[in-house]
Structure formats: C-alpha cells, structure tokens
C-alpha cells in the first residue's frame, strides 16, 4: 500500500472531533432535497490529485452538500464550479468540472486538500478541530515536498503558517526586501506570494467561495492571473 493510499484511509477512519462526525453523519442522513437520491459521503474527505505534484493546494473544509455528498475535494458545489474551470485553463485540470468521484477528472502536477477533513456547521471549524487535522495536512506536506502551496482562504493561510511556525524556516517577501522569523507577521492577500526558507512558495488567494465570487471580491481575471503566478514559480530554483 503507498503513503497516500494509506494516509487517506486514516483520513477517512478519523473520528476525533464528535461534533464534525454527528454533523456531517447528520446532513448525509437528511441531505438536501435536490440530492435526495444520492449516497452522501458522510466521512473525512481525503485528498486527491497527482502524488508528484509541484502544486499543493489547501482549502478550508467540506461543504455539507458539496464535498460531504461526494466524497472529493471541492466537487459538486459552487467553489468547485469556480475553481475547476480555472485550473482547467490553467492545465492543471483534465476538464473544466467536477461533479462525482467517478467523473474522470485527473489534476497533472497539483493536489488539493483542506485544512479541515469534516464539513462544520455553518463551514465554522473550531481551532480544536483545525488542530486535530493538522496532522494529516503536515504529512501530506511531507510526502509531496511541493514548490509551490496555494492557500484558498485565510484560515488555509494560517494553518500553513501556524505548520511552518513550528521550524526554523523563515518567510520571505517575493522582492526579498523583508525577512521575518515569525510566520505569523506575513499579510494574507489575493495573489501575495512569499518564499519559505530552503522550501516551497506560498501564494495565497481568496477562497472561491460564492460570497467572494458574487460579490466581485474575487473575479475570473483575478483567479486566472494567481493561478499564471503559480506556474511560474513552479520553475523557480
């Protein structure tokens, strides 16, 4: 059994946070009226893509009726719809949506997860939960080594900290001009990109999420323009 195959089972196994399992088991019983003839998922969602990814892409947490339902990162609710497009026209996609596990959608050079593994009531993880997911996100980090992690959202952006907090490293600016010791004094913002010491970039971005798409906080040419960012620095030395 290889690394992932097996992390991914521990993933799906954990039972740790009592209140993510009676929610998520909770809406996978009763789901949504315009999913009533699906199998909800109902567990932790793993990750998924390509296991010698460059690219590593970490998001906030299951939709109740998106990822929840389907058992896949970002498949089968909004923030996907947004997001597969854009990787599609990035090359990172072999199609422009994901609607099912089963829908033949391959990622080349990238891997997506989320800081957490269980969808929360009202998409609110508690710290106690991002913390006993942690874990899992650190050694997919381990196993994959990548160039480049894409924060999607803030709290993504303060996990990966909070995880390289915890080294030596330090966080660089893209210009160089400021070093900081203390990951924490870095500022999310869409397309800020920063270098971890003899590691990967960071580069974060808005979630995809349709209160940031709706609203135009978070637009097409925006989503494009970070994801060309990311190609780049995936040849960086």
């Given at each position: ?93 072999s199609q422009p ?11 080349k050079d990238m ?92 580069v974060c971005s ?32």
């Open positions: 059994m290889n690394s992932f195959k097996r992390l991914n089972q521990e993933i799906i196994a954990c039972r740790k946070c009592p209140r993510l399992v009676a929610w998520r088991e909770e809406v996978a019983l009763t789901k949504r009226k315009a999913y009533m003839d699906w199998e909800y998922w109902g567990k932790p969602v793993p990750g998924f893509g390509d296991p010698n990814a460059r690219v590593l892409v970490v998001g906030l947490a299951p939709g109740a009726h998106g990822s929840n339902r389907t058992g896949r990162q970002f498949t089968g609710d909004a923030s996907g719809n947004f997001l597969f497009p854009a990787l599609h026209r990035a090359g990172f996609a949506e994901s609607v099912s596990r089963d829908d033949d959608l391959e990622l891997y997506i997860t989320a800081s957490g593994r269980c969808a929360p009531p009202k998409n609110k993880p508690t710290a106690e939960e991002l913390n006993n997911c942690q874990p899992f996100l650190e050694r997919e980090i381990e196993l994959l080594q990548p160039k480049v992690i894409v924060v999607l959202g803030r709290i993504a952006f303060e996990r990966i900290l909070r995880i390289y907090s915890k080294s030596d490293r330090r966080l660089q600016t893209t210009d160089l001009e400021n070093t900081v010791h203390r990951p924490k004094s870095i500022v999310f913002g869409h397309n800020a990109s920063y270098r971890i010491e003899s590691g990967p970039w960071l808005y979630h995809p999420s349709q209160q940031n798409t709706l609203t135009g906080k978070l637009t097409v040419e925006m989503f494009d323009a970070m994801w060309n960012q990311v190609k780049s620095l995936m040849v960086e030395e």
